[in-house]
């Protein structure tokens, strides 16, 4: 009899070895470790970035950049920085100032050459004034003989209605950083008093001294421009402006006859301000000085003839000659001033005819280029004096 196997369930056994299981790393952990690596590479390059990129600096009057100092100023401190400029203007006034850029280290001394090897590029432009009928200009930062304590300026033109606008002077530096070093600018309009012939008495010297001396009383606003029109008659004798300046403005008759003064006029107010003179005759006769000033003074379209010297600039003033005609004196124009500012380097369209001396040249303040472009030197027995060694400007000049 065949016998048959039979199953049981409960007692099969597994014959195959059995084998622990892993554990699965999660993925997602996988992905934050790599985004930790990512973030700390990142964190790297971007320190190095920081460390090594081009940076921007910029500041109002000043910048402090390392161990340099920065600085703009209109005076001749290089310490002080003036971020901000008021300037007193006339409505019809054409002005001219400077931007002066000063540098300085740590202790305070000039580091110019030093900052200025690094400059690739310097620049300066006016922003904020689209709508001025008067816009701001400004000329490219250059060395100016004028003012050879900086070592770079800007000279800024505007009128009486510029209103306001923001100068930039911006470095590019060799190593890829950028300052801007800023200036703001406002004119203010300043009061102007007009005085004519028809309204007070100053026919006669005597008469227009008196006026000048009690204008000093009746005005005392220190910036206010009071003008003198004179009517054209011939002043025996001379005035002195000693009180403040103000400017004087001549005039011509119907037959040519200007205002005329036979006696020497003096400008020696303490203010500093410019005085104008134009449209006048100085006659003298033979003796004297027609026109002389320890202050700043302007002769535009003038004549001097007859005098021991036509024009004398003394003390520390700075004086100007323009369209002037200089004829007959012993010296035309004498400058022996011991100042340290200039104010205007033009002496042009000038006429010097049968003068001992045309110009005579002491002392003038600091080494500017004096320029006489279009100025005719005829039949003096000396035409240019110069005891001092001043730089001239004579390539468009006349000799006859």
């Known amino acids: 009899m065949r016998s048959e196997s039979s199953f049981c369930p409960h007692c099969a056994q597994d014959i195959h070895p059995r084998k622990a299981a892993k554990t699965a790393t999660p993925l997602l952990k996988k992905l934050l470790l790599g985004l930790l690596a990512l973030a700390v590479l990142a964190a790297v390059g971007l320190g190095l970035w920081l460390a090594f990129a081009p940076r921007t600096y910029d500041g109002y009057g000043e910048v402090h950049y390392g161990d340099w100092q920065l600085l703009l100023t ?8 003036v971020p901000e400029m008021t300037i007193p ?3 019809e006034g054409q002005y001219r100032v400077p931007s002066r850029l000063f540098i300085n280290d740590s202790t305070g001394n000039d580091v110019s050459d030093a900052f200025l090897a690094e400059v690739e590029e310097v620049s300066a432009a006016f922003i904020g004034q689209e709508d001025s009928p008067s816009p701001f200009q400004c000329s490219q930062p250059a060395y100016n003989e004028g003012a050879p304590e900086c070592p770079l300026i800007s000279l ?14 911006t470095f ?10 800023r200036q703001t600018y406002e004119v203010v309009p300043i009061p102007v008093y007009d005085y004519h012939p028809e309204d007070y008495p100053m026919d006669t010297a005597e008469e227009l001294q008196a006026l000048i001396d009690t204008i000093g ?20 004798g001379g005035i002195t402006i000693r009180d403040r300046s103000l400017n004087l403005y001549g005039s011509a008759d119907e037959g040519g006859n200007r205002t005329t003064f036979t ?7 303490p203010d500093g301000e410019i005085a104008y003179l134009q449209d006048i005759d100085f006659v003298g006769r033979g003796s004297g000085t027609g026109l002389s000033g320890s202050a700043p003074f302007r002769a535009t379209n003038c004549t001097f003839t007859g005098w021991d010297t036509g024009v004398y600039a003394y003390g520390t003033s700075w004086v100007n000659v323009i369209g002037c005609t200089f004829q007959s004196n012993g010296i035309g124009f004498h400058f022996d001033s011991t100042g340290d500012y200039a104010n205007h380097s033009m002496y042009n369209d000038n006429r010097f005819f049968g003068n001992d001396v045309a110009v005579r040249l002491d002392n003038v303040p600091t080494d500017i280029t004096l320029n006489f472009q279009g100025s005719i030197f005829r039949a003096n027995a000396q035409s240019i004096l110069n005891l001092c ?7 468009q000049a006349t000799f006859e």
């Open 217 to 236: 009383d009746q005005v005392d606003d220190p910036v206010a421009v009071i003008n003198l029109h004179l009517p054209p008659v011939t002043y025996e």
């Open 263 to 269: 006696g020497p006029v003096q400008v020696v107010a």
């Open 389 to 395: 060694d001043q730089p001239l400007d004579l390539s």
């Open 74 to 81: 209109q005076h001749t401190d290089r310490y002080t920085p």
């Open 172 to 181: 590019q530096m060799k190593n890829g950083d950028t300052i801007y070093l």
């Open 89 to 91: 203007g006339e409505p």
């Open 156 to 169: 800024i033109d505007f009128t009486g209605e510029s209103g306001a606008a923001e100068l930039v002077w």
